[in-house]
């Protein structure tokens, strides 16, 4: 099994980025890429997609964001340093695919 560098502090880091999200979204805060620029950014919807994971209603969660699938692998390279295949071209094509994604969703939105 592999060693992950610095757990401790990846894990920590996950618990401060996990309660900042709970806490914006108890103030209902708007996101600021629409609230400051009038369109919405690429993540948009990926909160309320989340949510309706919660509740299994994963055709709403694909709705609201579809690229919300790809949150939780891009968690497993944040916590692997990048290194999930043990092959650096198939790593970066994961998430060259997953940011195309993204892109790609983002654009449609706009149009």
């Given at each position: 099994m592999r060693r992950i560098k610095e757990?401790?502090?990846k894990l920590m880091l996950t618990a401060v980025y996990i309660v900042f999200l709970?806490?914006?979204?108890?103030?209902?805060l708007?996101?600021?890429?629409?609230?400051?620029?009038?369109?919405?950014?690429?993540?948009c919807g990926m909160?309320?997609?989340y949510f309706s994971v919660l509740?299994?209603?994963?055709?709403?969660?694909?709705?609201?964001?579809?690229?919300?699938?790809?949150?939780?692998i891009a968690y497993i390279f944040f916590l692997f340093d990048g290194k999930?295949?043990?092959?650096?071209?198939?790593?970066y094509a994961v998430l060259i695919l997953i940011a195309l994604g993204f892109l790609i969703n983002w654009i449609a939105k706009l149009w």
């Amino acid at each position: 099994m592999r060693r992950i560098k610095e757990l401790k502090n990846k894990l920590m880091l996950t618990a401060v980025y996990i309660v900042f999200l709970l806490i914006f979204w108890g103030l209902k805060l708007p996101c600021i890429y629409k609230h400051f620029l009038g369109i919405e950014c690429l993540g948009c919807g990926m909160s309320r997609a989340y949510f309706s994971v919660l509740k299994f209603d994963f055709a709403a969660a694909f709705n609201y964001h579809p690229m919300f699938w790809s949150v939780p692998i891009a968690y497993i390279f944040f916590l692997f340093d990048g290194k999930v295949f043990g092959k650096k071209c198939l790593d970066y094509a994961v998430l060259i695919l997953i940011a195309l994604g993204f892109l790609i969703n983002w654009i449609a939105k706009l149009w």
